[in-house]
C-alpha cells in the first residue's frame, strides 16, 4: 500500500497521488510500495529565501541615501545615542 505523509501541503497531496496512481494503472506500472517524502516544503523554501534576501538588503546593502551605510546601522546608531 501507499503512503503520503503529512506536510504543509498535504491538502493538495491526495489529489496528486490519485492522479500519479491513475497514469501508472494506465501504463500497467504499479505504484504499491513506493513512499514519497518531501524534504523541504516550497512554502519553507520560499521564506527562507525571503528572510536572506530582507536582512542582505537591510544588514549588508549599502544605500546611497543612507550615505553609502545599511539601514540597520542607521536604526542602532539612533539607539545607542539614546
Keep these: 500500500m501507499s503512503r503520503i505523509w503529512a506536510s504543509a501541503n498535504s ?10 496512481e491513475r497514469t501508472t494503472a494506465r501504463l500497467r506500472h504499479s505504484l504499491d510500495g513506493v513512499i514519497v517524502h518531501q524534504d523541504r516544503d516550497p512554502v519553507e523554501a520560499l521564506a527562507a529565501v525571503v ?6 538588503y537591510n544588514r549588508v546593502r549599502r544605500h546611497s541615501s543612507l550615505g ?5 546601522t542607521i536604526v542602532e546608531d539612533f539607539y545607542r545615542e539614546d
Design 51 to 56: 528572510r536572506d534576501r530582507i536582512n542582505y
Design 68 to 72: 553609502d551605510r545599511p539601514p540597520m
Design 11 to 20: 491538502g493538495l497531496a491526495p489529489s496528486a497521488w490519485t492522479a500519479a
